[in-house]
């Protein structure tokens, strides 16, 4: 092979090595799921958190900013034996409201955050005017791990709705941006090694 063509292919090695060191940091993405206490007033649910997997290297407490943690999405399910009425809630992403998690034995332990709302719900049965309330969530590491409230705001509280004690954090399996990084590398190596011989 010419030394131009060796030339060629160590450069197009290093744009390859180029791109996969310049990756940024990959996240994980940990499900929680909650039940509820209370025979009267129950919900379930679960939310989705994200955050950069270098965080599950070392048993720590780590601040939301630490880990760019992240709520992706949460949904609960609500009943109201009282009242016969249930509605599900969504709450979408948020960042504002994380404050910190926990890794323990090498995976997510605990996550604490700052009430996460208003979400509305719009799938009440019966239709009894729960489209109206502003629902309310947050995770907590101790005493109770997930709250849901309802008309919430930091001078008046909550009306609690219920806790859930149970809470369980499992990792969840999700595609890596780095293969398709990397095969862009690859391409952009081929291009890169064959650009000098096109006419």
Same mark, same amino acid.
């Given at each position: 092979?010419?030394?131009?063509?060796?030339?060629?292919?160590?450069?197009?090695?290093?744009?390859?090595? *180029?791109?996969?060191? $310049?990756?940024?940091?990959?996240? @994980?993405? #940990?499900? !929680? %799921?909650?039940?509820?206490?209370?025979?009267?007033?129950?919900?379930?649910?679960?939310?989705?958190?994200?955050?950069?997997?270098?965080?599950?290297?070392?048993?720590?407490?780590?601040?939301?900013?630490?880990?760019?943690?992240?709520?992706?999405?949460?949904?609960?399910?609500? *009943?109201?034996?009282? $009242?016969?009425?249930?509605?599900? @809630?969504? #709450?979408? !992403? %948020?960042?504002?409201?994380?404050?910190?998690?926990?890794?323990?034995?090498?995976?997510?332990?605990?996550?604490?955050?700052?009430?996460?709302?208003?979400?509305?719900?719009?799938?009440?049965?019966?239709?009894?005017?729960?489209?109206?309330?502003?629902?309310?969530?947050?995770?907590?590491?101790?005493?109770?791990?997930?709250?849901?409230?309802?008309?919430?705001?930091?001078?008046?509280?909550?009306?609690?709705?219920?806790?859930?004690?149970?809470?369980?954090?499992?990792?969840?399996?999700?595609?890596?941006?780095?293969?398709?990084?990397?095969?862009?590398?690859?391409?952009?190596?081929?291009?890169?090694?064959?650009?000098?011989?096109?006419?």
């Amino acid at each position: 092979m010419a030394r131009g063509g060796i030339r060629k292919w160590i450069g197009a090695i290093g744009v390859v090595l *180029t791109a996969g060191f $310049a990756l940024p940091a990959q996240a @994980v993405f #940990f499900s !929680s %799921n909650f039940d509820p206490l209370g025979p009267t007033v129950a919900f379930t649910g679960s939310g989705l958190f994200e955050f950069d997997d270098a965080c599950l290297a070392a048993d720590n407490t780590y601040t939301a900013a630490q880990c760019h943690l992240q709520l992706v999405h949460a949904d609960a399910n609500v *009943t109201d034996d009282g $009242a016969g009425g249930t509605a599900n @809630v969504h #709450f979408g !992403s %948020n960042t504002a409201s994380m404050v910190d998690l926990i890794i323990s034995g090498g995976t997510l332990a605990g996550i604490n955050t700052n009430l996460i709302g208003p979400a509305f719900t719009n799938d009440c049965t019966p239709q009894t005017g729960c489209t109206l309330i502003d629902w309310w969530i947050q995770w907590q590491s101790d005493p109770d791990p997930v709250f849901l409230g309802r008309g919430c705001d930091i001078e008046n509280g909550c009306d609690a709705f219920g806790i859930a004690p149970t809470v369980t954090f499992t990792l969840v399996s999700v595609p890596e941006p780095a293969t398709l990084s990397l095969l862009f590398g690859a391409l952009g190596a081929f291009w890169f090694a064959r650009r000098r011989r096109l006419p």
